[in-house]
């Protein structure tokens, strides 16, 4: 009798084996882009030395620049490969389903080379599929990567069609390299010196414009957005640690309360300069907008204290949404600082004594000083005087 391979109630589960991508992530990826290069090379090949097609149609030579985009294509998925993306994986199967197109209808030895290298490649990681499971099929990657095969297919297209009414322009498109300037520089909206002379021409490039620009722009804005907004972002921290690093004298702020805003809008109107530092990125891109001088960091954090010059600072003010987060705060703060002087903001008076304990100079509950000058104003008492006497230590 064979024992059963299904572990019982009370035995210990079967260790889950992990996909076998996830042992061979990168060999696979240099996998990918080192077809994408041979693909790309046998189009050149074919471009340069075209063997004799067997259709003699009007399909004959229409081959050489239909793998070299593939290639190219190919090669840019394989950073996506070997990061296990589904999209790529996705993607990556038109590659030899567009080159066996090309061997179907235009065969020579490149050509059908090249088919069978990238047959081979997703015979090759087919299997490994089931590791193909970092990030949604959804989303800014998968458009990235959308609106990549929508630029080249449009390339193709342009590029085809150029050759196929190449006598129905003045002047004359030939070869491949006029036809892939011609397709550039209409979808790029430059202009092309190529003037179409017959309907069909210009039926042809008035859809070269409507595809071509469109995927163009895209483009543009997917994929070089977000280079832009790195380096814009990188840009932004120098000036903010430029900024920071010229303090000194001033007041660091942590909380983006209303405690918080309402002592650096104070200071500010005093000549005294302040910075505020939260971690919560909505309320610092607010305070920003209002002009307050803001980092975004956690306050509790010895680097980001280091970051708002917490050593050159005249006091630390620590208005917090948690008694427990300000608690942090102040520890950190008297561990690096023991002679700064810290003011603590507690947001329930028991807190008061258990800020004190933890390194303030003075805990301040809001609720008691508020208590304070509404009895004080209620009994006809100089709110001013109250205030005075009965502030806190």
Known sequence: ??????????????????????????????????????????GV????????????????????????????????????????????????????????????????????????ATTLLVTLIYPHRAGFYRG??????????????AALLSILFGMVGSRRLADQFTPKIGGWSESLYFT??????????????????RLFTVILVILGVGTFLSAVVVLFLPFLERRLERIAARLERAQMEDLSQHVVICGATAEARATAELLRDQGFRSVLLSADLKAVEHLRTEGYRTRLGEPSSEEELRGVGIERALALVVAQESDAESLLTVFTARGMLPKLRIVAVAAAPQSVAKLEKAGANEAISMVTMAARLVSAAALGQSVSKSSSRDSPR
Request: hydrophobic letters at 50%.
């Open 184 to 201: 550039v520089t209409t979808v790029s909206t430059n202009g092309s010196n190529f003037t179409p002379v017959t309907d069909d021409a």
């Open 136 to 149: 949604g099929t959804s989303g800014p990657e998968a458009t990235q990567l959308l609106v990549l095969v």
């Open 1 to 42: 009798m064979v024992p059963s391979l299904t572990p019982s109630s009370g035995s210990a589960a079967l260790p889950v084996v992990p996909p076998p991508l996830a042992y061979h992530p990168r060999r696979i990826g240099v996998l990918a882009a080192s077809t994408g290069v041979i693909v790309f090379l046998l």
């Open 45 to 116: 090949l074919s471009a340069l030395y075209a063997e004799p097609s067997i259709y003699r149609d009007a399909l004959v030579g229409y081959d050489p620049p239909f793998d070299c985009v593939a290639g190219v294509l190919l090669a840019t998925l394989a950073f996506r490969i070997r990061d296990r993306s589904p999209v790529a994986w996705l993607f990556a199967l038109l590659v030899p389903a567009l080159t066996i197109f090309i061997a179907v209808f235009s065969p020579n030895l490149y050509s059908i080379a090249a088919a069978g």
